[in-house]
């Protein structure tokens, strides 16, 4: 991929940011982010839920995103797939570039029993190029990343990807094995390609 000078980058996890308040509830009880990282989005979630469980198995993101005061959420360290978290579940819950840090159907399956009956789950993630299109795709994603990092250079915004001490990992499921998976476990989800190298996830349990 052709990298972009230093001055031009961005975030395009933060990107993704605005699309996932606007799926979650205005208000709500609770809240969980999942793989948290340096703990910018469990912040403003935690603007509009009364309480905000933030998780990573880093102790090193846990150590950081607990750095800076934000009385309502608690800071978890621990492996998702294991941790023991609120058996009454969460009206909203978030993972943003996470997801494929871990196998997906057990990931899938834990994150769909966390949500409570009428939250919601939305999921900005990655998947494994694979097809045509996956590949074709660069030929406007990649000018449109320029674009807007030189838009937001010439606002004083750009110059700030994700942060380097983040772990991160290539994924391994192609963007048809992620939509077969949660069409499986998650009925009724919604999957979207995304422009940025990403896809979006968003579910809402209906169970009563
Ligand atoms: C690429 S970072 C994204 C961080 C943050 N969500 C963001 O958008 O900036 C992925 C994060 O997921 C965490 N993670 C990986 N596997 C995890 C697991 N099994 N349980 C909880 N967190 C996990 C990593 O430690 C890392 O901080």
Redesign the pocket.
């Known amino acids: 991929m052709v990298q972009l000078p230093q001055s031009l980058l961005w975030d395009h996890?933060a990107h993704y940011h605005s699309w996932l308040l606007r799926k979650l509830p205005q208000r709500s009880a609770r809240a969980l982010d999942?793989?948290?990282?340096?703990g910018?989005?469990a912040r403003e979630l935690a603007e509009r839920a009364e309480h905000v469980d933030a998780?990573?198995?880093?102790p090193e993101?846990i150590e950081r995103a607990s750095g800076a005061p934000a009385s309502n959420v608690r800071w978890l360290c621990?492996?998702?797939?294991d941790l023991s978290l609120d058996a009454s579940g969460y009206d909203a819950v978030t993972a943003?570039?996470?997801l494929h840090?871990?196998p997906l159907r057990p990931a899938l399956r834990r994150l769909a029993e966390l949500v409570r009956p009428g939250g919601t789950l939305a999921v900005v993630g990655h998947y494994r190029k694979q097809t045509p299109t996956d590949f074709a795709l660069d030929a406007v994603t990649l000018p449109a990343n320029a674009a807007v990092g030189a838009y937001k250079a010439a606002r004083g915004r750009a110059g700030k990807p994700?942060?380097e001490g983040?772990?991160?990992k290539d994924p391994a499921n192609t963007l048809l094995e992620i939509r077969t998976a949660a069409a499986e476990i998650l009925p009724g989800a919604v999957v979207h390609r995304r422009l940025f190298w990403r896809y979006t996830l968003l579910w809402r349990n209906t169970h009563h």
Do not use: E, K, Y
Request: glycine content about 12%; proline content about 4%; charged content about 10%.
């Open positions: 996890n999942v793989g948290c990282g340096t910018a989005f998780v990573d198995v880093s993101m621990g492996d998702l797939l943003i570039s996470s840090h871990m994700h942060d983040m772990p991160v």
